[in-house]
């Protein structure tokens, strides 16, 4: 999904906004890293495929936390929501409740609460 939102951004129209050289170098490191681990546990024994899941969790929850706190703070300065769209953080807010339902039906599942 992040990958088709990333794309998507090339085609439309934004002015004189463009993506930061920050960002375009995490996204590389992340999901190059990505790619090799995912290679390395598949030809080894060292972690299991769905620790490596919940590290990426924890890599989408600092997205998250970049992505949203300077803005809210921005907004808490400007004392005006203009420009937010809260269609994105409900649906970013959906998906962290479905992922922690899926931790306990996971811990349910294994007896390891």
Do not use: C, E, H
């Amino acid at each position: 999904m992040n990958f088709f939102s990333s794309s998507s951004s090339s085609s439309i129209q934004r002015g004189t906004q463009t993506v930061s050289w920050f960002s375009r170098i995490f996204l590389a490191v992340v999901w190059s890293a990505y790619i090799v681990i995912a290679i390395v546990i598949q030809f080894s024994d060292v972690i299991s495929l769905l620790t490596f899941v919940y590290v990426f969790s924890y890599v989408k929850l600092a997205i998250t936390l970049i992505k949203y706190i300077p803005q809210g703070y921005f907004n808490y300065q400007r004392k005006s929501t203009v420009g937010w769209s809260i269609g994105n953080i409900f649906l970013d807010f959906t998906g962290g409740l479905l992922s922690m339902f899926q931790m306990f039906l996971l811990a349910y599942n294994y007896s390891k609460w």
